[in-house]
C-alpha cells in the first residue's frame, strides 16, 4: 500500500483528503473533457468557441494527469486526448 494511504479508506493528498469515491468523480469528470475533444477534433471546421473549449479541456487533462491521488485508473485516455488536442490546436 502507498505510503500516503492514511488509512484504506482515504487518499492523502498533500492538499486534501479523497475518499474513492470522490477520486471517482474526478477520474468521470476527466473523462468527460476526453469525450469533448474527443467529438471536436472529428470536426472539419471548428468555430473560435470550438477551439477554446479544446484548449480549456487539454488544460484540465493535463491538470489531471499530474495529480497524484491516481491509483488504479487508467490515464490512457487522458494522454491520447490531450495529444488529439494539442494536434488540432496547432494546426488552427
Do not use: C
Amino acid at each position: 500500500m502507498p505510503e500516503n494511504f492514511s488509512n484504506p479508506e482515504t487518499f492523502r493528498d498533500p492538499d486534501t483528503e479523497l475518499t474513492p469515491e470522490e477520486i471517482a468523480q474526478k477520474y468521470s469528470a476527466a473523462n468527460d473533457s476526453v469525450t469533448v475533444i474527443n467529438e471536436l477534433v472529428q470536426l472539419d471546421i471548428l468555430t473560435d468557441e470550438q477551439i477554446d473549449t479544446i484548449r480549456r479541456n487539454v488544460d484540465h487533462l493535463k491538470i489531471m494527469v499530474d495529480k497524484q491521488y491516481w491509483i488504479t485508473q487508467d490515464l490512457s485516455p487522458f494522454h491520447t486526448a490531450i495529444a488529439a488536442g494539442e494536434m488540432t490546436l496547432s494546426l488552427q
